[in-house]
């Protein structure tokens, strides 16, 4: 997808393929999505048990990334919730994630483009869609609470689809469970969304360049369940 018109979206992101040096690895450069996915098990299992490393900080990371680029080992599409930080709950450092945040971690089109960018460009090979638990935007809508103006509207339309989904398959949740059970469809909803949405994204799905998972975090334990990998449905 590399194209002359992208380079102005390179400088953009403040990186070029064009413009690096002979770059020494910087850590995450050669993992592989089932590594990197492991190394984002590992990094919350640490978090949530309150021995975090905090790895990857300091002034030599950022010297070191600054001048030879990022090579981030996965994207997360999460929550902007102030409680969700990807790289604390990872216990992940500076140039590791390539973060994609938006209330209710939806993917419309700006996050499907941000994702496009790092799988096309920066080649990484994990894609994490992470809700979380008391999701305020999914509780607005699955509770039918009334969101003014067209930009929130918008927002919702991909969460709606979610929470009716859940209405149609368990009409006996209401309240918490109804909340619950929507975070997690809505989570469902973004990987298809992605697959969906992208084909860029979808044609590196496809040929296993990326793998695509969804996961939810719980605000109170700061445990994150993991849920299958993503494969397309059937057609
Ligand atoms: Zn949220």
Redesign the pocket.
């Known amino acids: 997808m590399a194209s002359v018109a992208s380079v102005g979206f390179l400088s953009l992101l403040g990186t070029s393929a064009f413009s690096s040096p002979q770059k020494p690895a910087v850590s995450s450069e050669k993992l592989s999505a089932t590594q990197s996915l492991a190394d984002l098990k590992a990094g919350n299992q640490r978090y949530s048990s309150g021995h975090p490393q905090h790895p990857h900080e300091g002034v030599k990371r950022l010297q070191d990334t600054a001048l030879y680029g990022q090579h981030p080992k996965a994207v997360v599409l999460g929550?902007?919730?102030s409680r969700?930080s990807p790289e604390l709950l990872f216990d992940q450092g500076v140039g590791d994630i390539f973060d994609v945040r938006v209330?209710?971690?939806v993917a419309n089109k700006d996050e499907l483009a941000s994702m496009e960018y790092a799988v096309g460009h920066l080649h990484t090979p994990l894609i994490v869609v992470l809700?979380?638990s008391?999701?305020?935007?999914?509780t607005a809508v699955a509770s039918g609470e009334y969101l003014p103006g067209p930009n929130l509207n918008s927002l919702a339309v991909h969460i709606t689809d979610a929470v009716n989904a859940v209405k149609k398959t368990k009409p006996e949740l209401k309240g918490d469970p109804l909340v619950a059970a929507s975070i997690e469809a809505n989570v469902q909803e973004s990987l298809e969304d992605i697959y969906q949405g992208s084909e860029a994204l979808r044609s590196a799905i496809d040929k296993k360049e990326v793998l695509l998972v969804g996961a939810v975090y719980d605000l109170k334990t700061g445990h994150i369940h993991w849920l299958p990998a993503y494969t397309p449905k059937a057609k």
């Open positions: 929550c902007a919730d969700v209330a209710g971690n809700g979380h008391k999701c305020g935007a999914v």
